[in-house]
């Protein structure tokens, strides 16, 4: 069998679920995609980042494990560097910055590597009061 699980840790054997950031290297594929999303309801955060940003690499682990919890919103990857004029559309001066917007329209924003203080406002303005999936296993007892 190969695996000691003698340790009981989940984190030592799970395999990570892969990513639902949707990453945009086009400003028609990123049109054409919030274009779509205006006619919902639907929570999209989206992380204005850069290859040469630190604190973004520092926060893509964060990112990851939050569009997997919180399966029931979009996570949007736009590197500023490759789509400066949407950067430019949105104001985003300092990165990491987050915009999470329903309906096409800003609803909230974080600027910086907050990691809690982004958890808080998807939890705040997703379309579920709890997330439905956890990262760990089992779930922690109410």
Avoid at 14 to 40: C, L
Avoid at 76 to 90: F, G
Avoid at 111 to 138: C, F, M, T
């Amino acid at each position: 069998m190969g695996q000691n699980l003698s340790s009981g840790n989940y984190r030592e054997w799970a395999t990570a679920e892969p990513s639902r950031v949707m990453a945009f290297h086009s400003k028609s594929q990123w049109e054409e995609h919030y274009n779509a999303s205006k006619g919902t309801d639907k929570l999209m955060v989206i992380d204005f980042t850069a290859t040469w940003c630190g604190p973004c690499r520092w926060m893509e682990p964060t990112i990851d494990e939050l569009s997997v919890t919180f399966a029931d919103v979009d996570f949007i990857k736009i590197d500023v560097d490759e789509l400066m004029n949407v950067a430019r559309q949105y104001g985003v001066q300092a990165m990491p910055t987050f915009l999470l917007m329903k309906n096409g329209k800003v609803v909230d924003k974080v600027v910086g590597a907050k990691k809690d203080e982004l958890r808080n406002k998807i939890e705040q303005h997703s379309n579920k009061s709890q997330p439905y999936r956890y990262a760990i296993w089992p779930p922690p007892a109410v």
